[in-house]
């Protein structure tokens, strides 16, 4: 069963029983009497007072009247001799707690209370390791995915590699630490590297540029050395960092605390990724739009042994791609697989998904149940 924290309401109802009770206890609960000092001095200086509490501005005393204690109060006069009269004529005298103590313990209290909730808000909003999921099984296969079919080729050792590690440690052989994936967005890097992961059978954890930002300075490379610990417990495991051109950057020792931050995370990558031994089983994969803009410590061999482009789409690849998103919608007889992909040439595959919705659409605004090709037209223009 779930458990419920205490409602905002329930908070505020508390609160306001804490100060009834609070109020009730200062002006109903009957307070000593005040009796002036000379009247005070006089019962000490006639033996009448058993016990003195010595407070800041009051004086609380007792003493018996009729058979009973009395306990009353009168103004403290700050007398230097005072206390030594008491003692003389042998009355017990005591200091009260200090209440400026209580107070300032207690704001005390309160600031480091304040102070601990703003760490552990700052480690679990922009820190916290957890922001790196773990996926055990990302459910897409090669087969899944349209076109690539050269890429996929070069995958299908990487991919035994990490099936069977042990053979090829025996071979001498290691698992490549980093893959690098480069071309025009929309083309299916993230979607490749989640089938290679579905491939090998691995763990896969997804990552992207800005979740390492923050405006905290170190946290970014705190967070890539966290990220490779979890990617070392969750080994075999396949690391994937999208928008890497975002943290990866040709480091520009320029003072800014910008480019400081950018340089130390580049650091950090470095140091992880040298750190990797042919037991670890972590790869990284890496995609990118513009590999000239990357550090080239980063992605020299060693490091980033392969690299690989992803391509546009192919006259073939963008006609599978046209019939699978024609699927389930109503073209005309005019739009073929083979009409569509020589329209849609140069489109990548994030494009072609997004025309081939936005057609029927058109068609649908124009009162016609189907879509033909001066709508695919249209979805093309519009999107440019």
Excluded at 1 to 28: D, E, N, P, Q
Excluded at 29 to 57: C, H, Q
Excluded at 129 to 152: Q, S
Excluded at 172 to 195: D, H, S, V, Y
Aim: proline content about 4%.
């Amino acid at each position: 069963m779930k458990k419920r924290g205490l409602s905002l309401k329930t908070v505020l109802i508390i609160a306001l029983l804490l100060c009834a009770g609070y109020a009730a206890y200062v002006f109903l609960v009957p307070a000593e009497p005040l009796v002036p000092y000379r009247d005070f001095y006089a019962r000490v200086t006639s033996g009448g007072v058993d016990s003195v509490i010595m407070d800041k501005n009051e004086i609380t005393f007792t003493y018996e009247e009729n058979g009973a204690e009395v306990t009353a109060k009168t103004q403290n006069p700050h007398s230097a001799t005072l206390e030594e009269d008491l003692l003389l004529k042998g009355i017990a005298v005591s200091q009260a707690a200090d209440s400026d103590l209580f107070w300032t313990m207690l704001g005390d209290l309160i600031f480091y209370g304040v102070f601990l909730g703003i760490l552990i808000f700052a480690y679990v909003k922009f820190i916290r390791p957890n922001r790196f999921r773990i996926v055990h099984k990302t459910g897409v296969t090669f087969d899944n995915i349209v076109g690539m079919d050269g890429l996929k080729r070069d995958m299908e050792q990487i991919v035994h590699m990490m099936r069977n590690p042990a053979e090829y440690a025996k071979k001498g052989l290691r698992l490549p630490k980093g893959i690098l994936l480069e071309g025009g967005p929309g083309n299916g890097k993230t979607l490749f590297a989640r089938a290679l992961a579905g491939e090998a059978k691995v763990n896969f954890i997804p990552a992207r540029a800005t979740d390492f930002e923050s405006f905290l300075i170190a946290v970014g490379p705190m967070k890539v050395k966290l990220l490779f610990a979890k990617a070392r417990r969750q080994a075999p495991c396949i690391v994937f960092i999208d928008e890497f051109d975002g943290i990866g950057t040709k480091r520009n020792y320029s003072g800014s605390a910008i480019e400081t931050e950018n340089t130390r995370i580049v650091t950090a990558l470095l140091n992880e990724l040298d750190g990797f031994t042919t037991n670890d089983g972590v790869m990284v994969i890496a995609a990118t739009n513009s590999r000239d803009a990357l550090d080239e410590a980063l992605i020299r061999p060693g490091r980033f042994d392969a690299k690989y482009t992803v391509p546009y789409p192919d006259f073939d690849t963008r006609a599978a791609l046209a019939e699978m998103y024609m699927r389930g919608k109503n073209p005309t007889a005019d739009c073929t697989p083979s009409a569509l992909a020589k329209m849609l040439n140069g489109a990548s595959c994030a494009q072609i998904e997004s025309v081939l919705n936005r057609a029927p659409l058109i068609a649908a605004q124009a009162g016609r149940e189907a879509f033909n090709l001066e709508d695919v037209r249209a979805a093309i223009k519009d999107g440019n």
